[in-house]
């Protein structure tokens, strides 16, 4: 069975960094891609960025510069580094994957951007 867990959420102030993890409880490598997703409060789920099996990554243009995506086979983890972070950036950030047509959800791990 796939678990997702993600950590590293918490409160920063803008401009800060942070950096979250995707805990997989098999081999990342199963996946066709991993991916990050947020969603605000009152707000639809939207996407992040994601890296593909073959390690090509994509973002969403709003965090183009700022977001950095990667993952560690050995750990079977995906990270999201988080720096020059906006208020807007606020929201739980869930990870997600995808085995062919199957999609997987972690619980989400809030992150919130205040001064």
């Known amino acids: 069975q796939v678990q997702l867990v993600e950590s590293g959420g918490g409160l920063v102030q803008p401009g800060g960094s942070l950096s979250l993890s995707c805990a997989a409880s098999v081999s990342i490598f199963r996946f066709n891609s991993m991916g990050w997703y947020r969603q605000a409060l009152g707000k639809q789920r939207e996407f992040v960025a994601l890296?593909?099996?073959?390690?090509?990554?994509n973002y969403d243009g709003s965090v183009v510069g700022r977001f950095t995506i990667s993952r560690d086979g050995a750990k079977d983890t995906v990270y999201l580094q988080m720096n020059s972070l906006k208020p807007e950036d606020t929201a739980v950030y869930y990870c997600?994957?995808?085995?062919?047509?199957?999609?997987?959800w972690g619980q989400g791990t809030q992150v919130t951007v205040s001064s």
């Open positions: 997600q994957s995808l085995l062919q047509s199957q999609e997987y």
């Open positions: 890296i593909t099996y073959g390690g090509t990554t």
